[in-house]
């Protein structure tokens, strides 16, 4: 086996579901939440289940139809969710993410709070999206 020259230093490379959750985050900094779903939309199971934050009544989401119907209608009503990710991590099938959102309604008043999303994958297609609140920064 060859190895590596002295001094060089082999780069990791990341797992397609990794790949997957950074071209999502890539894509919600460029254009914004919605372009963010379509792009994870497109590795997703068709039953993908998805819990918002924005849906404060902590209901989950089934499926593509529904998903972007929340987002639409959350945008109807004025709502700007921005999502911010601090850090990256794998384990097993899922994808952990590290961050904060802000939910700004139409009245200026605001929800605030550090979460970790959770993307459970299943033969890397996203099979479960979920958060919970997170301590620390």
Known sequence: LARPA???????????RMTIV?????TVA????????DRLLLDSHEDVEIQPYAAEDGRVLRGADEIRSFLRE???QGLSIRPKPR?????????????????????GSFAET???WTYAFRDDMLERLFWEPRAGS
């Open 6 to 16: 002295a001094g060089c230093e082999t780069a990791s490379v990341d797992s397609r």
């Open 22 to 26: 950074k071209e999502v985050w890539d």
């Open 30 to 37: 460029e254009r914004g939440v919605a372009a963010g779903f």
């Open 74 to 76: 959350a945008e109807a």
């Open 87 to 107: 850090h990256f991590d794998e384990e097993d099938d899922r994808v952990l993410v590290a961050g904060s959102i802000r939910v700004v309604r139409p009245d």
């Open 114 to 116: 550090m979460v970790r």
